[in-house]
């Protein structure tokens, strides 16, 4: 029985990550769940799998947390309660599943406290995929993707990652696919939140939507397999069966095929290198008919181009990028901005960015995003 924590329990892949854990009866004792603040979820998940501790937002809701709670349940509260529970001797495996650079200082103490490391975020590999790698590295510790692309990806390279010459990466292309550019600028929110294969939190729904989660993708996919972005293209499948694909040095193609449920790459990763019972619905192919692909509308979606640019850069434009983003999509959902500024805003951001630093380290990254919101945040006042 292994133990784990769940970072982000309260979110769509940490709810996931509970319902794999519960259909793999006796195979993980959960001892820690963090959330940022949904406390009554939180409360509910913890009196089904009584946690040692958890962690949340702020020590108000912290206080609330301690009356919905078991009273031997510990709760810890804000960025340091995620690196106490990183640092804890009892827990063998981490899911992060909290979205954005929050992740990066708990997820550098996993690493650095050797602890196998299941991995759905994707902001603190964008932002500072070097450090985390070089880590990772040092320490030995092998992190497992849970984004389905690159969960994808790691399962068609099975470790002949030498042979690897190119990976496609999938996508469905989101909501607005089939939409006309012109028609952007008048589409309701609820419109863009409503995405056509995956059900997901609403940031990431709306960098689907500009496609910008594909652009952050490529970054993802360059850090955590050593390839150049040259060699990572993007391909829209509508089906969303195919959740990537690699082909190798002679010309062999390794595709990866399921249908769209999280649920498949969090088991992957948490039972890693065995494979379990099926949780998920099988593939019924005659069903599906037939899949397709096309190259992606770089005109339509131009969050695609700024993000390979921004992997091509290097050094701290990906984490520009991706706190832009993060500032740019809050100010949408906010109703601050259209849709069509993110991209533009984006833009301007990484212009004024000086890309001067050779070696990163976590405070570039931490002063480059904080200065990165900042800009966002003046540009959408504008
Ligand atoms: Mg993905």
Not at 140 to 164: T, W
Request: glycine share 6%; with cysteine; proline share 5%.
């Amino acid at each position: 029985m292994k133990n784990i924590a769940i970072l982000g329990s309260t979110g769509s892949i940490g709810v996931n990550t509970l319902d794999v854990i519960s259909r793999l009866k006796g195979r993980f004792r959960v001892v820690a769940l963090s959330a940022d603040s949904s406390i009554e979820l939180l409360a509910r998940q913890a009196r089904v799998f009584h946690p040692k501790v958890v962690s949340v937002g702020n020590e108000e809701l912290a206080n609330k947390a301690k009356k919905l709670l078991p009273s031997r349940t510990r709760v810890v509260y804000g960025p340091s309660g995620l690196r106490f529970i990183a640092a804890r001797p009892d827990i063998d495996i981490i899911v992060f599943a909290i979205s954005g650079t929050t992740c990066l200082i708990p997820l550098l103490d996993a690493i650095d406290n050797r602890k196998e490391i299941a991995l759905a975020n994707k902001e603190a590999l964008v932002s500072a995929g070097p450090l985390v790698m070089s880590l990772a590295a040092k320490r030995g510790v092998r992190i497992l993707p849970i984004d389905s692309e690159h969960s994808a990806i790691f399962q068609c390279i099975n470790g002949k990652s030498e042979a690897v010459s190119r990976i496609y990466l999938t996508g469905s292309g989101g909501p607005l696919l089939d939409v006309k550019r012109e028609k952007f600028g008048s589409l309701p929110l609820s419109y863009i939140l409503k995405h056509p294969r995956w059900k997901m939190g609403k940031k990431i729904t709306v960098d689907s939507a500009t496609m910008m989660n594909k652009g952050l993708e490529i970054i993802e996919a360059k850090y955590l397999f050593n390839i150049k972005e040259s060699s990572i293209e993007v391909l829209v499948h509508p089906e969303a069966i195919v959740h990537s694909m690699v082909e190798f040095t002679d010309s062999a193609v390794i595709a990866q095929l399921g249908v769209p449920d999280m649920r498949l790459p969090i088991e992957y990763a948490l039972t890693f290198p065995e494979r379990s019972k099926a949780i998920v619905k099988r593939v019924d192919f005659s069903g599906v008919g037939a899949l397709t692909f096309r190259k992606p509308d770089a005109g339509k979606f131009p969050c695609l181009a700024l993000a390979r640019d921004a992997a091509a850069s290097g050094r701290l434009a990906p984490a520009v990028l991706c706190a832009s983003d993060e500032e740019a999509v809050k100010n949408y959902l906010n109703g601050n901005i259209t849709f069509t500024d993110i991209p533009k805003i984006i833009e301007k951001v990484l212009e004024r960015h000086k890309n001067t630093v050779r070696s990163i380290s976590v405070k570039h990254v931490m002063d480059a995003d904080s200065w990165a919101r900042e800009e966002t945040e003046r540009l959408c006042y504008r």
